[in-house]
């Protein structure tokens, strides 16, 4: 058996193992290492697909039940709530479960071999200022790990992970700030790395201070949809009685990816109705039972996504918003994802400073940040993370890899 690493992350996944060319991570998604982080049921063929291939069968219009950010679920109440599929429900445990399943079964058959123990990436904080949730999150995902086949299950944090990868490749001795802004979670670590200190048995002297916050890019994504898809479906729009706006909690649900399936019920569509007979824009409110009926929340959602995206390379995109009555076209600009998002970013850069002030280090003293996760792409998000320690180096570690990596390193550490 083969020990290894798993970065089950909230948008995407990765597992990586030793081989004698190093630590590398498995294909996963066809030839790609990196997987998304999702699960189609589909209904049409009765089968369960993850990855691109479990969106791409959505995109295409394949009946079935999306779901993605399954591991936001974990150290909520949601954890063993179940959800509908055509022939019954399921939990979101077992969601998970299934995932996990798959994603052994694919490392497996691209490695050739049997995998057993496995180090899993965890966030510093599954739930903010919940230590009980915390360790009830842990607990739940060691439980599904062992349940899909791996042997010894054991967790690292994300950031000290990232760090483990990036100490391959140093010369010499470094203090780093490794900010790992993922799609669920923002974590950080200060850490005292080099080539002397790779083969050390016991790592907690050089591990400074740990931090996180329940924000990422799933955030970014809800926040950018409320200020300017869910606007032209209604929200904030005026009712016939005077000073009466429509419910933000409808917008904010559709905004929210594990949300969205909640205003797909007949509940909820007869709200939606009364909601457009009491509002004095009941074009916008036709607009929003549009998306809705036609179950295109999750589309507008990865419509979003796409938008945030492209505005990390670009100043400005288009939003389409494609469904229901009539087409409309949305000019979005990176300025207006600021202003959506800039408060999340602030909160980025205060959690980096309690992460330096418990470490016991000024700003000065940082040699490099090290930075991972697809949310340092984000332009707002990355000036917000080297403000905080204008003089270091500014390391790009592998985007959507260095955790499977130093999970993998950390793997063959406790287990050979």
Known sequence: MTACGLDFGTS???????DVGGF???????ARTTLPTAVFFDFEHDRTTIGQEAVDAYVSGVEGRL???IKSMLGTDLIDADTALRKGRISFRAVIGTFLDLVKARAEQALGGELGDVVVGRPVHF???DPAGDAAAEETLGQIARAAGFRNVSF????????????QQVAGEELALIADIGGGTSDFSVVRIGPERRGKADRAGDILANDGIRVGGTDFDRDLSLATAMPELGMGSAMKRAGLLAPRSIYFDLATWSKINFLYTAKAMAELERLQRDSAEPGKIERLIGVVEHRQGHALAMAVERTKIALSDHEATELALDWGDGDLSLAVDREALNRATGSLAARIGSRIRDCLADAGVTADRIDAVFLTGGSTLLPQVRAAILAEAPDARVVEGNIFGSVGLGLTVEALRRYG
């Open 12 to 18: 995407n996944t990765t597992l990586g193992v030793q």
């Open 156 to 167: 690292q944090f994300e950031p000290i992970a990232a760090a483990l990868d990036y100490e």
């Open 67 to 69: 779901m993605r950010s």
């Open 127 to 129: 739930v903010d200022g």
């Open 24 to 30: 590398r991570l498995l294909a996963l998604d066809g």
